[in-house]
């Protein structure tokens, strides 16, 4: 291939729209053909960047991770045939291990599940949390807590069997795993149906009790906080719509 000028601003754009590593490290292991090109064409690596109109300060930090680079990942890996669910994933320590910890973050897309579907695969297909152990229950109630589906015994059973069967075999019974996750059993037993009169609701209510911070009501009211995420968007967009602010606004 010749690499003309054109070319290589073409090829730059196109890496850095798909999210892909333009570090001078990276591409010398992965595309020094570019690499020494743009260099020789443009003075250094560093210029041909700039014209391509990239910031490169922004290339040599340590790349962030977006939905189009994972998504590539996941499609890169399901072609070699590599196995996705979330235990082995994880236990990588590879870009692919760092791909799914980036994941499930609630910028991108909050579950590994909902990662693979927007990576057009099927996530019961991959079999994913079903090698079971205690982190793995763990990891899944916070999930479905920060989902603001259902975490009560007969709610779970209902939408995952095989999620409550393992929670009673490892931690003997049900209320144990939800107490190893950071909740209270009691506080679970009922689910709530939520809509966004009854978010608004229990926010002006647990304002009356102090803060409404993001961080205290996820942490003491975690099936409040995801309901709210997903009714209204975020969480901040959910306090205004109860006509509140983050500080402690008790009532009189």
Known sequence: ????????????RRLHRDGVN???????????????????????YRSAVQKAGIDYAEVIQRPRWNKQRIIRLLKEAKRKGTELHWSSVTKR???????????????????????????????????????????????????????????????????????????????????????????????????????????VRSLKTAAKRGTISDTRVRRTDPGLYGAAVRLFGTFTAARKAAGLSNKTAKSK
């Open 22 to 44: 333009l570090s001078y490290s990276h591409l010398a292991r992965k595309k020094q053909p570019l690499l020494s090109a743009a260099a020789y064409h443009f003075g250094s």
């Open 93 to 199: 320590g590879d870009e692919l291990s760092r791909a799914a910890f980036a994941a499930i973050q609630p910028r991108l897309f909050g579950r590994w599940d909902r990662a693979l579907q927007a990576a057009g695969l099927d996530a019961d297909d991959v079999v994913i949390y079903r090698a079971w152990d205690k982190p793995a229950v763990v990891y899944e109630l916070k999930q479905r807590s920060q989902a603001g589906e259902a975490l009560n015994s007969g709610g779970l059973q209902k939408d995952d069997p095989g999620l409550h069967a393992a929670a009673v075999r490892y931690f003997g019974t049900y209320p144990a795993a939800l107490r190893a996750a950071g909740f209270n059993p009691t506080q679970l037993r009922e689910r709530r149906t939520w809509d966004k009169a009854t978010v």
């Open 1 to 12: 291939m010749i690499w003309e000028k054109d070319r290589i601003l073409t090829e730059l």
